[in-house]
């Protein structure tokens, strides 16, 4: 009888795993460094050893955006109106040691963004928001703009908690942007792309909880260190439980060794939980919760939009 297995993330959410990143194994075409921390041929899964310790604080930082309504700017120098987008956006850190986490930032910014250079500053009666720019009036533009300025409020908030501590930290998405930042790790949850050749990515399907792979080198559009890590899981779909850490090119081998381990040892006691996270365990607790938070604290969004359409007539 031909056998099944479910995949533990929830049907609501794209698979951990993507379709396209299975037909990819052994076709990337990222430029690979594998021998950064063993020889490319003897890969095998790492289990951080006795003198690896965990970081005595973890802060973990998140964003989250939402488009509150579609915009058109009126341009006196166009012909037709631009159109934008008016969205609020959230950031925050939450301080992970061990006697728990707490949260200890929360900002939320609101922004109008268009390709003109006149767009406004709008005040309603419950929020403001301030212009930002995009390259071009493409929703995609007008997206990445928007992503842009998240990422930087995440940067923001990091810079200045960091200043007072050198904990590590750990942001959750790719690194990119924020390479520039001692001892982070970026945490990817969802892979689009499977990045290693075959060999090297059987190894990474043969990974136990708290173990991972060798660090490598890889370069796409900007080069960054990376390993996979695997966390506690009862599924045996394919790479169930498997996320992508990234740390900084800059970094040498044996940074970037002392880094893997520690964060290895850090993140399984974090792993969400099946039954009350359905994109467990990568989804982390702390990530899981902050979201959360940060999406109460974007305020209503019916509300909004009822104040943006009264503030356009005005």
């Not at 992970?96 to 003109?116: F, K, P, Y």
């Not at 982390?284 to 604290?297: M, S």
């Amino acid at each position: 009888m031909t056998g099944f297995t479910v995949d533990p993330w929830d049907p609501g959410y794209a698979a951990a795993l993507a379709v396209e990143a299975l037909s990819e194994l052994g076709s990337t075409s990222a430029e690979l460094v594998l021998d950064v921390e063993r020889p490319a041929a003897d890969w095998k899964p790492v289990t951080p050893g006795p003198d690896a310790d965990p970081p005595r604080t973890l802060l973990v930082a998140d964003g989250v955006r939402r488009i509150d309504a579609r915009v058109w700017v009126h341009d006196p120098g166009a012909p037709m109106p631009v159109p934008g987008i008016a969205a609020s956006y959230a950031a925050g850190i939450v301080r992970c040691g061990q006697d728990g986490a707490d949260l200890a930032e929360i900002q939320v910014n609101r922004t109008l963004i268009s390709a003109s250079p006149d767009t406004p500053e709008v005040k309603t009666g419950h929020a403001l928001y301030r212009p930002g720019k995009a390259a071009d009036s493409s929703f995609e533009e007008l997206s990445l703009a928007l992503q842009r300025q998240v990422t930087q409020l995440e940067v923001d908030l990091a810079v200045r908690h960091r200043s007072e501590s050198d904990d590590l930290l750990l942001v959750d998405g790719p690194l990119r942007g924020r390479t520039h930042l001692p001892r982070t790790v970026g945490y990817i949850k969802t892979h689009h792309t499977a990045y290693l050749p075959s060999p090297q990515s059987a190894v990474v399907a043969a990974l136990a909880p708290g173990q991972r792979t060798p660090v490598f080198l890889m370069g796409t559009s900007w080069r960054r260190h990376a390993w996979y890590v695997r966390l506690p899981v009862r599924s045996t779909a394919p790479w169930a439980g498997v996320a992508r850490c990234e740390a900084g090119a800059d970094l040498d081998s044996a940074q970037v060794v002392r880094l893997a381990d520690a964060l290895t040892l850090a993140l399984p006691p974090l792993a969400g939980i099946d039954y009350k996270d359905p994109r467990a365990p990568q989804n982390l607790v702390p990530i899981g919760g902050l979201e959360k938070l940060l999406r109460h604290h974007l305020g209503d969004a019916r509300l909004l939009y009822r104040a943006l359409r009264n503030a356009a007539r005005d």
